[in-house]
């Protein structure tokens, strides 16, 4: 564990998953640490109990950042946006449309609502500061029944690499980094691998990967998302896990 005082993490979606094991790998001692999910329950965590796919919740967000930030006077503060969702799987013009609207704002319109919340509370600020935003191999392989799922990721990215290079003209300016984790055994991964294959072709080679024992544990993952912290990335990177040496 590495001994910093006053250190602030904000992970959203830490109750379940790769958010979990986030939360359980946390390698500095005495973080204070919060989920941002709906149903929390990661033991010694504070929970900010919303739901993002509703615009409504975003404030709330953003509130909890500041006030947090205000009170601690952190030395360290760690934003891991990982919160999203694979629903509703199946070709644009079929599925729901409620699904099909929640699944656009959580994946691309909060990720970047709240990496803009964040970037504003901590502008000016002159500890050390970073921004993770977890994408996938999806925002850059279109998947046939993942359509607003693919296109999240890739605003993701896309938004990293840009507010990345306006955050190189801060001082100390934040590091905003996107991490693809890869293929994980969550629940999620069990999502996909349970669709129809007629409908979500992709769900036949999580089938296969799951079979062989290829599917990474979440918490391997967790920890080498940790390690970017540490190593000498630019802000704007956006990178693989299995590009790590």
């Not at 005495?30 to 404030?59: F, K, M, N, Q, Y």
């Not at 050390?128 to 607003?148: K, N, T, Y």
């Not at 890869?182 to 069990?190: I, K």
Request: glycine share 8%; proline share 6%.
């Amino acid at each position: 564990m590495i001994p910093l005082r006053r250190i602030l993490i904000w992970i959203s979606g830490a109750s379940a998953g790769l958010g979990a094991a986030l939360a359980a790998t946390v390698p500095f001692e005495g973080a204070e640490l919060v989920d941002i999910s709906r149903r929390g329950g990661t033991p010694g965590v504070h929970h900010v109990a919303v739901d993002l796919a509703d615009p409504d919740s975003w404030p709330v967000v953003e509130k909890d950042f500041r006030q947090r930030i205000e009170a601690e006077d952190p030395e360290l503060v760690v934003f891991i946006h990982n919160a999203g969702t694979l629903t509703p799987l199946g070709p644009a013009d079929r599925v729901d449309t409620v699904q099909y609207t929640r699944n656009v704002l959580l994946n691309s319109a909060a990720a970047q609502i709240l990496g803009h919340a964040f970037l504003s509370a901590v502008s000016g600020l002159s500890c050390e500061q970073h921004l993770i935003m977890i994408s996938s191999g999806a925002a850059h392989r279109p998947h046939e029944g993942e359509s607003s799922y693919c296109a999240g990721k890739a605003a993701i990215d896309q938004w990293v690499r840009t507010v990345g290079l306006e955050q190189r003209h801060r001082s100390p300016g934040c590091r905003v980094i996107s991490v693809s984790p890869g293929s994980l055994d969550t629940d999620m991964q069990a999502e996909l691998r349970a669709a129809d294959p007629d409908q979500v072709p992709v769900s036949n080679r999580f089938r296969r990967l799951e079979a062989r024992g290829q599917l990474d544990k979440p918490e391997t993952a967790a920890r080498g998302i940790w390690s970017l912290l540490d190593r000498d990335l630019d802000s704007g990177t956006v990178l693989h896990l299995r590009d790590l040496t």
